[in-house]
């Protein structure tokens, strides 16, 4: 029977296929989005991590950016991990690439240094059952400020903000779909479905 939930992931660049795989034991149908027929179809759209400017890139050149914008402004839910939180910015620190300007934070790039700085670390997230989260950081950003309206749901033990809300948008600076713990997913299919 298909589900009547269904996620779509922008599939345009990065690690959408990691998503696809954890939304998959979720019981939701999942939906790879290249362009606004697609968008059209889906409850929800993860923007994946992967390279931002790259992202941005392509969002332009499938004309993405308005159907993208008009699909949060409606109350979809959306969710950036990584590459994706500094899409959803309303601003960044540098100057590329240029965000969809839908969440109030101000993002800054490559916070942590470089590839190899990556890291993993154990975080506490509001709103996730049953304690700790593994999160994944590769060149990460994090949340320089949350502004009004944008709720902090998880930082590290020196304060630095690395996941949000906004209503029905979402962002984390690390990447649960290169875990094998789904609750952060299942988070946003709730989010999906207007139960939390
Ligand atoms: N550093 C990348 C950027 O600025 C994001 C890295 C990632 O998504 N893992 O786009």
């Known amino acids: 029977m298909p589900s009547e939930t269904s996620v779509g992931i922008l599939a345009l660049q990065g690690d959408f296929l990691e998503h696809s795989k954890l939304l998959k034991v979720l019981n939701v149908e999942v939906i790879e989005v290249r362009n606004s027929q697609q968008l059209a179809e889906v409850d929800s759209l993860i923007i994946p991590g ?23 402004q409606k109350g979809s839910p959306v969710w950036g991990t990584c590459a994706g939180m500094i899409l959803l910015a309303g601003s960044l ?20 240094g470089r590839q190899v700085n990556s890291f993993s670390t154990e975080l506490e997230f509001e709103g996730i ?68």
Do not use: C, W
């Open 93 to 112: 620190v540098e100057t590329e690439p240029s965000p969809l300007k839908l969440m109030n934070t101000v993002v800054q790039r490559n916070a942590f």
């Open 50 to 72: 992967g390279e931002s400017t790259t992202i941005a890139k392509l969002i332009d050149v499938y004309n993405l950016r308005q159907p993208i914008i008009e699909f949060a």
């Open 129 to 196: 059952r049953d304690g700790l989260f593994e999160a994944i950081f590769i060149r990460a950003p994090h949340v320089v400020s949350a502004n009004n309206g944008v709720k902090i749901l998880s930082k590290l033990i020196d304060g630095t903000i690395v996941a949000v809300r906004e209503n029905n948008l979402l962002a984390t600076a690390f990447h649960p779909e290169l875990t094998r713990d789904a609750r952060i997913h299942e988070y946003f299919v709730q989010m999906t479905k207007g139960t939390i």
